[in-house]
């Protein structure tokens, strides 16, 4: 593992800190969520943890609140007008200009000006109550049934009654520390749709561009409530999550509801791509374990590869090429749709967290160094 956290680690550790310093660190996260990025020519060098497309625009989001955008394909950056100054884990763009970011302290942006500006959506505080609001209605929709079902199901029904309600007894307990849990992922299909969900099973879910929330935890096969770690779309129409313990969930209906598959692995996944096949799923996790699935999920089958690093990102270019990165500044290659995987490169970067295909064998590469660019055989440009 990489030294500095990186963007699938840093939930649980955090998570994990702040209920030992508790009421403390509650207040320092208060002063990050209302405290604006810092304005530094150095933001293009510090932690970036994943970066996305905004038409002919490339967004990149970082620590500390960095956001920086680049107009010439990453030879330049600058630096956006952020209102938090938290960790920011991840970037989706629903259309060319309306863009969202998720991050430390349950932190939504969203811009509709193509990353130039952000303002806040949602915050860890809404998002616990949400949740908390969400569990309540569930218990008063399983009050109702418990009152009038039979005696068979009598005992089933007490069985999740008391489940939700420990679950809803330890949120607010929780909710006392204040908003420490990260969202670690975002999704959107357009300017309306979208996900986001990170650390204990937190999912939410907007159908109006982010104006109001629902808490989707009780749609998704979750019981555990592991970390969701990674959210894709894959040709043929399907969504599929995947997370901690090997948790992959697929859905077939736009998201309304999700399903869980038999895992082929139980570590953690830390990131999802397609192929740009139908139904084809590629993700990818510790100890540079990568899984190839041709039937959304149904089966799948283990892909060797000589990384044996951590691999935390990756992406597929126009040629169809596909690019993985991970710790020890690891890059594989594949151009078999994912059957295979060579080492492309290995660079001197410690910790690669994503990769962006900018050109014909050009690679932008983003870790704990910040931004770097790269030719096909790992020299810096």
């Known amino acids: 593992m990489a030294t500095r956290l990186t963007r699938k680690t840093i939930g649980a550790v955090c998570l994990g800190m702040s209920l030992v310093m508790a009421a403390p660190a509650a207040h320092a996260v208060g002063d990050l969520l209302e405290t604006p990025a810092r304005s530094t020519t150095l933001a293009a060098e510090y932690l970036l943890n994943d970066v996305a497309v905004a038409g002919e625009r490339l967004v990149a989001v ?6 920086i955008y680049s107009d010439d394909d990453g030879r330049s950056w600058v630096q956006a007008e952020v209102p938090v100054s938290v960790t920011l884990t991840a970037i989706d763009f629903g259309t060319t200009t309306d863009g969202w970011v ?7 942006l969203h811009s509709s000006d193509a990353g130039e500006s952000w303002t806040i959506q949602l915050d860890g505080i809404r998002a616990f109550e949400l949740a908390i609001e969400a569990k309540e209605e569930r218990i008063e929709v399983l009050e109702a049934e418990l009152e009038d079902a039979p005696e068979e199901d009598r005992e089933d029904l007490e069985w999740a009654l008391d489940d939700v309600y420990f679950t809803l007894e330890n949120m607010k307990s929780d909710m006392d520390i204040g908003p420490v849990n ?5 999704w959107f299909e357009n300017a309306d749709h979208g996900f986001v969900m990170g650390a204990y099973g937190m999912i939410f879910r907007t159908t109006d561009g ?12 979750n019981p555990s409530g592991y970390h969701l770690n990674g959210i894709t779309d894959v040709t043929g129409g399907g969504l599929v999550i ?11 209906d736009n998201g309304d509801t999700w399903e869980a598959q038999e895992s082929p692995y139980t570590g953690s996944l830390f ?4 192929t740009g096949n139908v139904n084809e799923i590629l993700t990818y996790g510790l100890r540079g374990n990568i899984f190839l699935s041709t039937d959304l999920g149904r089966s ?20 169809g090429r596909i690019v993985l990165v991970g710790n020890g500044g690891v890059v594989l290659s594949s151009t078999d749709g994912g059957e295979s995987f060579r080492s492309y490169f290995r660079t001197d970067r410690e910790g690669l967290m994503t990769v962006l295909p ?3 064998n050009r690679l932008l590469l983003l870790g704990e160094s910040g931004v770097v660019t790269a030719d096909a055989l790992g020299k810096n440009l």
Not at 242 to 252: D, K, P, Q, R, W
Not at 310 to 316: A, C, Q, R, S, V
């Open 62 to 67: 970082g620590e500390r609140g960095h956001i």
């Open 102 to 108: 998720v991050g430390h302290s349950g932190v939504v």
């Open 182 to 186: 990260p969202l670690l992922d975002v």
């Open 210 to 221: 982010g104006e109001s929330w629902r808490d989707w935890s009780d749609q998704v096969a």
């Open 242 to 252: 995947v997370g901690e313990a090997g948790l992959i969930l697929v859905s077939t």
């Open 271 to 274: 990131g999802v791509i397609g």
């Open 300 to 319: 799948w089958s283990t892909i060797t590869n000589e990384a044996g690093a951590t691999l935390n990102g990756g992406t597929i270019a126009e040629d």
């Open 358 to 360: 900018v050109a014909k």
